[in-house]
């Protein structure tokens, strides 16, 4: 759900003091402030559950039981690759998501974690029918999940295609038939690759609560490549990526308003139009809202952490966790507090 704010705010004086004082006007183009107007909002404290004292926490419990019968969930599902629309049986579809959505490098137990999300993701979109078809899913991953055909599994896994078709397939079957839920519904598990130290509400990144999509501390992913990486363009590259928010290329400051718990960009105003994180990383191309933009001689250096939305697991959070010897359920209950495991009606 991208916004698109271009509306333009009177800015208040005092945001353009540090701007003013001692620049002329010709190097004003090139100064990139970062300025607090509000004070970060923390939102609600979010209730993290450290590995060791997930046993009885509501994960792992199971009470109702869904009347899903989990040998016959047939989702339906929009190959956007392909261009068609296919009635496939979950499990089967869920082998494919995970060999586009995990490692095969990482641990069984971060990619069981992966599993019941998956599989908790999928089902939560069961009988929406809002894609093309009628489809409850596409396979498109800037939209729903990623899902990797068996005839490609050979081009990405190598000689590695046995060990790599194991491991997600025990993944499933030690976890089949487990879903997340919250309050009896089956919970919307998304996850993303890696949140930069600490993941993001869905409040903050799409605007609507969801009680178990909580910021939560997402702590070691700092010992993996990628876990900051930079990004520099000249400035006629940035501006010209800024162009659509700032039609009359006014050469003018990018200013951050508002971050998130996380440190994600929340507000920004670029050039007097004030606009939302997640379009700038959207033009700009950014691997996540979490950045920071300085001058790094005639161009700009964009400064990135984590990868993707932020919102739910981190992956590279849970194999940092299993590394450390916690098992899916300790996982699960860090990313996705107040969501309990269930059993689906065998
Ligand atoms: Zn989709």
């Not at 039981?65 to 869920?94: K, S, W």
């Not at 060990?163 to 993944?171: E, H, I």
């Not at 960009?265 to 300085?294: D, I, M, Y």
Request: proline share 5%; net charge negative.
């Amino acid at each position: 759900m991208r916004r698109h704010v271009r509306r333009r705010r009177k800015t208040p004086a005092l945001l353009w003091l540090p701007l003013l004082s001692g620049v002329v006007a010709f190097v004003l183009p090139l100064l990139l402030v970062e300025y607090q107007r509000h004070p970060v909002e923390s939102g609600p404290e979010p209730p993290a559950v450290p590995v060791s004292q997930s046993e009885g926490k509501p994960l792992g419990q199971t009470g109702q039981t869904l009347m899903v019968p989990q040998n016959d969930v047939a989702i339906t599902v929009y190959f956007h690759e392909q261009g068609e629309t296919r009635t496939v049986l979950l499990e089967q579809h869920l082998l494919g998501v995970l060999a586009a959505e995990i490692p095969d490098s990482f641990h069984l137990e971060a990619v069981k974690a992966q599993a019941v999300a998956a599989r908790s993701y999928l089902l939560s979109k069961s009988g929406t029918g809002l894609h093309e078809g009628g489809a409850d899913l596409c396979t498109d991953y800037t939209h729903c999940k990623a899902w990797l055909p068996e005839a490609r599994y050979a081009e990405k896994f190598g000689a590695g295609e046995e060990a790599a078709r194991a491991l997600y397939a025990t993944a499933l079957r030690e976890t089949a038939g487990q879903v997340l839920v919250y309050e009896d519904t089956v919970a919307q598990t998304v996850f993303h690759a890696m949140s930069g130290g600490r993941t993001e509400s869905a409040v903050d990144v799409w605007g609507s609560e969801v009680p178990y999509l909580v910021s939560v501390p997402s702590g070691g992913e700092d010992q993996f490549d990628g876990y900051e990486t930079t990004v520099d363009l000249s400035l006629s590259a940035y501006w010209e990526a800024m162009a659509p928010l700032n039609p009359d290329r006014e050469l003018a400051p990018m200013v951050v308003l508002r971050r998130s718990a996380g440190d994600a960009v929340l507000r920004c105003n670029v050039g007097g139009v004030e606009t939302a994180g997640t379009e700038v990383r959207r033009l700009l191309g950014l691997r996540s809202t979490k950045f920071w933009v300085t001058l790094n001689g005639d161009g700009v250096q964009i400064r990135v952490r984590g990868y993707g939305h932020g919102v739910g697991m981190s992956q590279y959070g849970a194999q940092v966790m299993a590394l450390e010897g916690a098992g899916y359920q300790d996982i699960l209950a860090r990313y996705y507090p107040g969501c309990r495991l269930q059993q689906l009606d065998p």
